[in-house]
């Protein structure tokens, strides 16, 4: 099965799941859902205590490579871009929403800049030349990947601890795995479309594939805080 009828499954999934999505779109009963857990806990002290988290070792040693990785200045441009993003969040009428969907961004992004860096030397040197808005070089794009991790890392941090916005197999995992299938054919769509390879059926799937994609993000966006998606668990290994 290819990344279109996965993702499209996923899609199904979600929206067969039970979590009355008709009663979710109702404002009023929505915000009693988003704020239900909300602590007035500000994102520079989530900063501030991420690199002590009360986890496992093992957190705690992943977190500090994570930390390691992006260099001073960019840590604090990243903390920076944090904490203006926190000031506009705050200030709409349903702060996590925005929340969710900068994360969604920031795993696209990943998806996106990885897939291009994996690309053909050739490949990325003429979309590179090619495009203003493609980062100019393997060194610049993997420090905006690692950046780019970390900003992802704080932000469901906050939204975890201030809104209860985390659990397993929760909104966030199911649209990374949607974004893993996407993977699997954007390598392929860029080489195409620098080849000059591409046609009306490419496009028409890449049309159907950024639809699903849509409709994916509109119905996690609307999921109470908690929501627990047990049927995408992975399979357990057998013995």
């Known amino acids: 099965m290819d990344a279109f009828f996965l993702a499209a499954s996923i899609l199904l999934l979600v929206a067969t799941a039970g979590?009355?999505?008709?009663i979710l779109r109702?404002?009023?009963?929505?915000?009693?859902?988003?704020?239900?857990?909300?602590k007035p806990l500000p994102l520079a002290r989530v900063w501030d205590e991420w690199l002590s988290p009360d986890a496992s070792d093992n957190e705690r040693?992943?977190?500090?490579?994570?930390?390691?990785?992006?260099?001073?200045?960019?840590?604090?441009?990243?903390?920076?871009?944090l904490l203006r993003f926190e000031e506009r969040?705050?200030?709409?009428?349903?702060?996590?929403?925005?929340?969710?969907?900068e994360l969604m961004d920031s795993i696209d992004r990943r998806m996106l800049n990885r897939e291009i860096l994996a690309l053909p030397e050739n490949?990325?040197?003429?979309?590179?030349?090619?495009?203003g808005d493609v980062i100019a070089n393997d060194a610049e794009a993997e420090a905006y990947l690692a950046a780019n991790e970390?900003?992802?890392?704080?932000?469901?941090?906050?939204?975890?601890?201030?809104?209860?916005?985390?659990?397993?197999?929760?909104?966030?995992?199911?649209?990374?795995?949607?974004?893993?299938?996407k993977q699997r054919t954007a390598r392929n769509y860029i080489a195409r479309s620098m080849s000059g390879e591409l046609n009306e059926e490419h496009d028409a799937r890449q049309q159907a594939i950024s639809l699903v994609d849509s409709q994916?993000?509109?119905?996690?966006?609307?999921?109470?805080?908690?929501?627990?998606?047990?049927?995408?668990?992975?399979?357990?290994?057998?013995?």
């Open 123 to 131: 490949l990325k040197r003429g979309l590179r030349a090619q495009s």
């Open 26 to 38: 109702r404002n009023r009963q929505r915000r009693s859902i988003f704020s239900r857990h909300e």
């Open 150 to 181: 970390l900003r992802l890392e704080m932000l469901r941090e906050y939204a975890g601890r201030r809104y209860g916005d985390r659990a397993p197999q929760d909104w966030f995992e199911v649209y990374e795995r949607a974004a893993r299938l």
């Open 216 to 239: 994916l993000r509109a119905h996690l966006l609307n999921v109470a805080p908690g929501t627990r998606f047990e049927q995408l668990a992975e399979p357990a290994s057998p013995e």
């Open 89 to 101: 969040a705050l200030a709409e009428p349903e702060p996590l929403l925005a929340i969710r969907r």
């Open 61 to 81: 040693v992943r977190r500090e490579a994570l930390f390691t990785l992006v260099e001073p200045a960019h840590r604090e441009a990243v903390r920076e871009d």
């Open 19 to 22: 979590l009355g999505w008709a």
